[in-house]
């Protein structure tokens, strides 16, 4: 079992605004998440869920305000807490087209530094029967699996999720929806941009207009 907490074990959102442009998406947004605990980020479509993750991520510039990674010691150095803590996943799934699935999957393992994990995630997501297909022949819904198997393949501890749900079939969400909760069982978090609940308890966020 990995001691995520260990790491980074807080998320800290202090008088945070966000602007897209000349438009502001919101502004003086406070907020913590805390190991074990997951938070469903609502909003209208363009209300800055997205952009939100995004900077918490550190691929968009406040306004103002800061995003803050807390440890058992204290608060944790930005640049390094992003680097080896968290898991951004996009809706785009940022894959390479021409690799193989198995390829692909080797590669973002490596990447982030993973630890020995490849089979679990293979496992998990049942992609044995994709491995050697390229990754332009997969499904949008086998893509998104094949995306998700890096959050095994590497563990950190912030799952940075934007609609981790589109696309897959029923029988894998309610498998995403058991990752999940193992996740945070270990003491990781997850900040998730959702339309639709996720299939366990959660704490909401809602940013733009009130709902």
């Given at each position: 079992?990995t001691?995520h907490?260990?790491?980074?074990?807080?998320?800290c959102?202090?008088?945070l605004?966000?602007?897209?442009g000349?438009?502001r998406?919101?502004c003086?947004?406070t907020?913590?998440?805390?190991?074990g605990e997951?938070m469903a980020?609502?909003?209208?479509n363009?209300?800055?869920?997205?952009s939100?993750l995004?900077a918490i991520a550190?691929?968009l510039?406040?306004?103002?305000?800061?995003?803050r990674f807390?440890g058992p010691?204290g608060e944790l150095e930005a640049e390094?807490?992003?680097?080896?803590?968290l898991?951004?996943?996009?809706?785009?799934?940022?894959l390479?087209?021409s690799r193989?699935?198995?390829?692909?999957?080797?590669?973002?393992a490596r990447?982030?530094?993973?630890t020995?994990?490849?089979e679990t995630?293979?496992?998990?997501?049942?992609?044995?029967?994709?491995?050697?297909?390229e990754?332009?022949?997969?499904s949008a819904?086998q893509?998104r699996r094949?995306?998700?198997a890096?959050l095994l393949a590497?563990p950190?501890p912030?799952?940075?999720?934007?609609?981790?749900?589109a696309?897959?079939?029923?029988?894998m969400r309610?498998?995403?929806g058991e990752?999940?909760?193992?996740?945070?069982?270990?003491?990781g978090?997850?900040l998730?941009?959702?339309?639709?609940?996720?299939?366990?308890?959660?704490?909401?966020?809602h940013?733009?207009?009130?709902?």
């Open positions: 079992m001691d907490a260990s790491f980074i074990h807080r998320l959102l202090d008088r605004t966000l602007e897209r000349q438009r998406l919101f003086d947004l907020e913590t998440l805390s190991a997951a980020l609502t909003g209208a363009g209300a800055g869920k997205t939100l995004r550190g691929f510039t406040p306004a103002s305000g800061q995003v807390e010691g390094t807490a992003r680097a080896e803590g898991h951004l996943l996009a809706h785009q799934d940022g390479k087209t193989t699935a198995g390829e692909e999957l080797d590669f973002w990447w982030l530094g993973g020995g994990q490849l995630a293979v496992e998990t997501f049942n992609l044995r029967p994709l491995l050697e297909l990754v332009r022949k997969l819904g893509r094949l995306a998700l890096r590497a950190r912030l799952w940075l999720l934007d609609e981790p749900m696309p897959l079939d029923t029988a309610r498998k995403l990752v999940m909760q193992a996740h945070l069982a270990d003491g978090m997850i998730a941009a959702v339309h639709d609940p996720l299939p366990f308890p959660t704490r909401a966020l940013v733009g207009a009130p709902a």
